[in-house]
């Protein structure tokens, strides 16, 4: 079983910037392709990005391309979000994801709990 946890949200001011974690438990990391996803008030679950297990490639969704980086670090059991630019519309949970493959739309094996993301002044 694989636990995550994510953290970094809070309070920001439009074009500010915020760089989301997300600590694994497990073995298993590593080797794990892993995605973030989102979701707003009164609407569905977006995902935003995602990486390969060794994070040689990586995927945005159009909504955050070119303002959003993911990374992560398997000494550290760490999965990364740095957000920049932000813009009120990106004010959700944000949670991250293993998935059972790399990409936006692979099934999800486990969630984090998700952390608050408001972008407003």
């Known amino acids: 079983e694989v636990q995550l946890v994510e953290s970094g949200g809070g309070v920001v001011q439009p074009g500010g910037s915020l760089r989301l974690s997300c600590a694994a438990s497990?073995?298993?990391?590593?080797?794990?392709?892993m995605t973030w996803a989102r979701q707003a008030p009164g609407k569905g679950l977006e995902r935003v990005s995602a990486?390969?297990?060794?994070?040689?490639?990586?995927a945005y969704a159009d909504s955050v391309k070119g303002r959003f980086t993911i990374s992560r670090d398997n000494a550290k059991n760490t999965l990364y979000l740095q957000m920049n630019s932000l813009k009120p519309e990106d004010t959700a949970v944000y949670y991250c994801a293993k998935t059972d493959g790399y990409g936006l739309g692979y099934p999800v094996a486990y969630w984090g709990q998700g952390t608050q993301v408001t972008v407003s002044s």
């Open positions: 990486i390969s297990s060794r994070g040689g490639r990586t």
């Open positions: 497990g073995s298993t990391f590593s080797g794990s392709p």
